[in-house]
């Protein structure tokens, strides 16, 4: 359960330091650069203790699949940035992969 919520932080570290990139503008603004740095120490640094004792393709199939919905809900939040229904159900079908591997996967860590 530990890895899971390393996991879960790591995720969380990773779509704030993705989220931050795009309000840095090229690396020019000093605070949300910083943030995207640090976020992704702390996002590696997670994923890292993750590894431990989650196979690999597991433990990045869930951080690539809940990080692609994460960003995209802070793009539309904040940035306002569309999604056409094509990138929602593609989206859907991503979390829908991610609970398959999370929930009945034997290859998978519970």
Do not use: C, N
């Amino acid at each position: 359960m530990k890895s899971w919520i390393f996991l879960g932080i790591a995720i969380v570290a990773e779509v704030l330091a993705t989220s931050a990139l795009k309000a840095s503008d090229g690396f020019t603004k000093l605070v949300p650069s910083v943030l995207v740095v640090g976020g992704y120490a702390i996002a590696f640094y997670f994923l890292a203790l993750t590894l431990k004792a989650i196979p690999v393709g597991i433990a990045y199939a869930v951080w690539a699949g809940l990080g692609i919905l994460l960003v995209a809900l802070i793009g539309w939040l904040v940035f306002g940035q569309r999604l056409d229904l094509p990138a929602v159900i593609g989206m859907t079908l991503i979390v829908s992969g991610v609970l398959i591997i999370s929930l009945l996967s034997k290859s998978s860590a519970h």
